[in-house]
C-alpha cells in the first residue's frame, strides 16, 4: 500500500507503560512517519482527544467487566445474570464501535491483543459481530493468547472464546509477536498468522540524560553508593521479581532493585507477598509505579513523575527474571539503553532471540552460583560491560529496529489492500 490510509486502532487500554501500549505506540510512529493517519477507541488513551473514542466500559477495568469476569472464570456453569451483561454490554460497546467507524472513517482497523486475551469478552464479541457485518480489513495484532494463561484454563464462555479469541473470520489478518506464538495459533485456531516482532528505534541512538532526570536518584531515595538494579515490568507472578530479590540478597554487595510499573490487572497479592519477602530478606526494594509514566510529569503532589527512559539511563543493571514472555519488550529497551541485563532464558528468548548471537547473563529455572558471580563481575568493572552492550546493540538494530518493523507492515498492508 502506498497511498496514505485512516487507520484505526482498537484496544481495551491504550495508556501507560504495559507492553501492548509501548508496542501500539511504535506501531503508530512507524505508520504515521509512511503517511498514514491514525485514530483510537479503547477503554482508555493516551493519545489526542481529537483523534480517540474513548467508552469506559471497553476497559477491562471496568466494574462491569470485571463483574463479568468473576463470574465466569474458574467456573464451569455459566449464571444466566452473566449472560445478560455479557449480551447488553456487547450491544453498547457493538453501537460505540460503529459510531467510531462513522467519526474516523478509517480504512483499516488493527485490533491490539483485545481479540488475543478475553480480559473484556464483550469487546471481543462485539468486534466479530461488527466486522461480519460491516467486512472490514482488519488486523489482529496478538500479543498474548489465552491458553498461555492459567487464569482462564477453566471458564463457563467456551463459546465466546472460540467465537472472538482468537477469532477465523476471513476478513480478518493475523499478526503475531513470536514463532511459538505463530506455531500455536495454527494448532489451535487453524489460521496462519505474520510473524512481526517487537522493535525499538535502534536507527536511533536514545537521547543523553539531561538535567531533569539528574535528582532521580535521590528523589527516590537510593544512596550515592548503592547499585540501582531495575526491575522495568509489572508486578504479577510471571514475572518472577522474588528472583530478583534474591539475586540481590545474594550479590554481597550495596543496592536497591526498582520496580517501575504496577501490578496491572492481576490483583495485589503478588505485591504484598514481594513485600513481605524484601522485609524479610533486608533486601531494599522501590515500588516506584506512581513515579513513572511513558512521559514526564507531576503527581497530585506535585513530585516528578520520570519517564521510563530516565530508570534505563541510572540503571547499573537491569533484572528480567520472567518465566513467559511474548516477546520481551524489556530485554529489547535494555538492549536499546546499552544496559547489561540479567534474565531468564524463557522459551521465546530460546526460540527466537538468542539463536540471533546476543551476548546475554541468563539463567533457568533458578539463579545459581556462575549467575551470581557473573552479575557480581558486571557491577564491579562496568567498562568491561561497555563493547558487550555495544555488540548486542547493534543486533539489536539489524533485527528489531523500526526499518524492520516498516518494510513488514508495508507488506502487510499490501496484501490486507489487495
Known amino acids: 500500500m502506498t497511498k496514505p490510509s485512516r487507520i484505526g486502532f482498537v484496544s481495551t487500554r491504550l495508556s501507560g507503560t504495559d507492553g501492548v501500549s509501548l508496542e501500539t505506540r511504535k506501531w503508530v510512529n512507524v505508520l504515521t512517519r509512511m503517511g498514514h493517519d491514525c485514530f483510537f477507541f479503547a477503554g482508555e488513551s493516551d493519545w489526542a482527544e481529537e483523534i480517540s473514542y474513548i467508552v469506559p466500559e471497553a476497559h477491562f477495568k471496568h466494574p462491569d467487566i470485571q463483574a463479568i469476569n468473576a463470574k465466569v ?65 482488519v488486523v489482529a495484532h496478538h500479543h498474548d493468547f489465552a491458553w498461555e494463561r492459567e487464569r482462564y484454563a477453566v471458564s463457563a464462555v467456551e463459546d465466546s472464546l472460540r467465537l472472538a479469541f482468537p477469532p477465523t473470520l476471513r476478513n480478518i489478518r493475523h499478526v503475531v509477536i513470536n514463532s511459538h506464538a505463530q506455531r500455536q495459533l495454527a494448532l489451535n485456531a487453524g489460521v ?36 540501582l538494579l531495575l526491575q522495568p515490568t509489572r508486578i504479577v507472578p510471571r514475572k518472577r521479581i522474588e528472583q530478583s530479590i534474591e539475586l540481590v540478597r545474594r550479590l554481597d554487595r550495596n543496592c536497591a532493585l526498582l520496580i517501575t510499573h504496577g501490578p496491572g490487572d492481576e490483583g495485589l ?15 531494599k526494594v522501590l515500588f516506584a509505579a506512581d513515579r513513572f509514566a511513558p512521559q514526564r510529569g507531576l503527581t497530585p503532589q506535585g513530585k516528578k513523575i520520570y519517564a521510563l527512559a530516565d530508570a534505563y539511563h541510572h540503571a547499573d543493571l537491569v533484572t528480567y527474571p520472567s518465566q513467559i514472555e511474548g516477546f520481551g519488550n524489556a530485554f529489547l529497551e535494555s538492549i536499546y539503553y546499552r544496559k547489561p541485563i540479567m534474565m531468564s532464558a524463557y522459551v521465546i528468548f530460546k526460540t527466537d532471540i538468542e539463536p540471533k548471537g546476543f551476548k546475554i547473563v541468563h539463567f533457568g529455572e533458578f539463579i545459581d552460583t ?47 489492500s489487495s
Not at 512481526?196 to 535528582?215: L, Q, R
Not at 497479592?269 to 533486601?283: H, I, K
Open 73 to 137: 472464570y474458574n467456573i464451569h456453569r455459566r449464571d444466566p445474570e452473566a449472560s445478560l451483561r455479557i449480551k447488553k454490554l456487547h450491544d453498547l460497546l457493538k453501537g460505540h464501535l460503529y459510531r467510531f467507524l462513522r467519526r474516523f472513517e478509517p480504512q483499516i482497523l488493527i485490533v491490539e491483543n483485545a481479540l488475543s486475551l478475553p480480559m473484556n469478552i464483550p469487546l471481543g464479541t462485539a468486534m466479530i459481530e461488527l466486522f461480519a457485518e460491516e467486512e472490514l480489513t
Open 192 to 227: 496462519s498468522s505474520t510473524l512481526i516482532p517487537n522493535v525499538m528505534d535502534f536507527d536511533t541512538s536514545p537521547e543523553a540524560p539531561d538535567a531533569y532526570c539528574d535528582d532521580l536518584r535521590k528523589e527516590l531515595g537510593i544512596q550515592p553508593d548503592e547499585h
Open 269 to 283: 497479592d503478588y505485591e504484598a507477598y514481594l513485600r513481605e519477602l524484601a522485609q524479610r530478606l533486608n533486601v
Open 370 to 416: 556462575q549467575c551470581v558471580r557473573k552479575v557480581q563481575e558486571m557491577l564491579d568493572q562496568p567498562e568491561a560491560s561497555r563493547e558487550i552492550v555495544e555488540i548486542n546493540y547493534e543486533l539489536g538494530r539489524q533485527h528489531y529496529s523500526y526499518r524492520i518493523l516498516e518494510d513488514r507492515l508495508r507488506v502487510l498492508l499490501s496484501e490486507t
